[in-house]
């Protein structure tokens, strides 16, 4: 029994961890199949310029935490400071350790439940972001599409991103059906139950979380202002893009910041289960910057420069949040959902 209950969290964590090091391999080979002094020369222009992308960083979370933010009803709201906070945690965990961009909602879950914040709203809550988020980043695709269009004009790169979002716009509706109409935390909890009398879920932790999927639901003018303030976050990706080619004096305005943007959210969206895109997003900049007339190695001083940006930030708030939880000595999620 031991075994079997440590299979599917081994495998839970191997394929990340997999998809990691083979994401992680195929960068280092990009790097050095092309020209490695050359993108060192580029990323050095930079210089301490790397320290803007910090408060263009802050303003795309602090958009995306307001989004969050409007989720929350009136009684249970925390603060703007809290949350934008928590997307740098949520960020961070999802950036640097092989949790398949779970890690982050559930240590977001444990940290707002730890505040007092019911844990049916804060569960309801991040699921119905990360489906609004969703719609958000393929209105945006849709965005880059266009942008690529007047790059290349048709050809079957296009139409083969046009069926992706074909087909992933009705598994998105579907999961907001599923969400609203079938009660999934209710069946997950009988299914559990079936399998064991402990599976750490009552049903009126189930009922809560999906009474609270409905209500939110429901709240169109919530779901308007987290989808609004999802985009401008997304913009704000965008203006890192922006900025970081400035920084390395290549040319290219806020239409090339936007088709870089909106593009590589599309293909680290798509493999999620690589930590921190590794891989993807070197060869989806080489990709798409070859179609906006930029060279291989000028993609990967840019995704070189990103990911200093990534992970000097990530591993601050990292060991900061890790230093925070132990000194808190947060309890388990609060059994009630009220």
């Given at each position: 029994?031991?075994?079997?209950?440590?299979?599917?969290?081994?495998?839970?964590?191997?394929v990340p961890?997999?998809?990691?090091?083979?994401?992680?391999?195929?960068?280092?080979?990009?790097?050095?199949?092309?020209?490695?002094a050359?993108?060192?020369?580029?990323?050095?222009?930079?210089?301490?310029?790397?320290?803007?992308?910090?408060?263009?960083?802050?303003?795309?979370?602090?958009?995306?935490?307001?989004?969050?933010?409007a989720?929350?009803?009136?009684?249970?709201?925390?603060?703007?400071?809290?949350l934008?906070?928590?997307?740098?945690?949520?960020?961070?965990?999802?950036?640097?350790?092989?949790?398949?961009?779970?890690?982050?909602?559930?240590?977001a879950?444990?940290?707002?439940?730890?505040?007092?914040?019911?844990?049916s709203?804060?569960?309801?809550?991040?699921?119905?972001e990360?489906?609004?988020?969703?719609?958000?980043?393929?209105?945006f695709?849709?965005?880059?599409?266009d942008?690529?269009?007047?790059?290349?004009?048709?050809?079957?790169?296009?139409?083969?991103l046009?069926?992706?979002?074909?087909?992933?716009?009705?598994?998105?509706?579907?999961?907001?059906?599923?969400?609203?109409?079938?009660?999934?935390?209710?069946?997950?909890?009988?299914?559990?139950?079936?399998?064991?009398?402990?599976?750490?879920?009552?049903?009126?932790?189930?009922?809560?979380?999906?009474?609270?999927?409905?209500?939110?639901?429901?709240?169109?003018?919530?779901?308007?202002?987290?989808?609004?303030?999802?985009?401008?976050?997304?913009?704000?990706?965008a203006?890192e893009?922006?900025?970081?080619?400035?920084?390395?004096?290549?040319?290219?305005?806020?239409?090339?910041?936007?088709?870089?943007?909106?593009?590589?959210?599309?293909l680290?969206?798509?493999?999620?289960?690589?930590?921190?895109?590794?891989?993807?997003?070197?060869?989806?900049?080489i990709?798409?910057?070859?179609v906006a007339?930029?060279?291989?190695?000028?993609?990967?001083?840019?995704?070189?420069?990103?990911?200093?940006?990534?992970?000097?930030?990530?591993?601050?708030?990292?060991?900061?949040?890790?230093?925070?939880?132990?000194?808190?000595?947060?309890?388990?999620?609060?059994?009630?959902?009220?």
């Amino acid at each position: 029994m031991l075994t079997e209950a440590r299979g599917p969290r081994a495998w839970a964590r191997f394929v990340p961890m997999g998809a990691g090091l083979l994401g992680l391999a195929g960068a280092v080979l990009l790097f050095a199949r092309h020209d490695p002094a050359r993108i060192l020369h580029l990323v050095a222009l930079a210089g301490l310029g790397i320290l803007w992308l910090v408060p263009v960083r802050l303003a795309a979370m602090a958009a995306s935490a307001e989004g969050w933010r409007a989720l929350f009803p009136k009684p249970a709201t925390v603060s703007l400071r809290f949350l934008t906070w928590m997307a740098f945690v949520r960020n961070a965990i999802n950036t640097l350790l092989p949790v398949a961009h779970v890690g982050g909602e559930l240590a977001a879950v444990r940290s707002l439940t730890g505040r007092g914040v019911p844990a049916s709203i804060a569960i309801a809550g991040i699921i119905v972001e990360i489906t609004v988020n969703l719609f958000a980043q393929m209105g945006f695709t849709l965005l880059g599409i266009d942008l690529l269009l007047s790059y290349v004009g048709t050809a079957p790169l296009i139409q083969r991103l046009w069926w992706g979002l074909v087909v992933a716009l009705p598994v998105v509706l579907a999961f907001v059906f599923l969400q609203r109409r079938s009660r999934p935390f209710s069946r997950l909890y009988r299914a559990l139950s079936r399998l064991s009398n402990t599976s750490g879920m009552t049903a009126a932790h189930a009922q809560a979380v999906d009474d609270r999927l409905v209500a939110l639901y429901g709240r169109l003018g919530a779901l308007a202002r987290c989808a609004f303030w999802q985009v401008v976050s997304l913009v704000g990706g965008a203006g890192e893009f922006w900025l970081i080619l400035r920084l390395l004096h290549e040319p290219g305005g806020p239409r090339l910041a936007l088709l870089l943007e909106s593009l590589t959210q599309a293909l680290q969206s798509a493999a999620f289960m690589v930590p921190a895109a590794l891989g993807v997003q070197e060869g989806g900049l080489i990709l798409i910057g070859a179609v906006a007339g930029l060279s291989a190695n000028t993609a990967l001083a840019v995704s070189a420069v990103r990911r200093v940006r990534q992970v000097g930030l990530a591993l601050p708030v990292l060991w900061l949040w890790v230093h925070g939880e132990r000194k808190r000595r947060l309890a388990p999620i609060d059994p009630e959902c009220r």
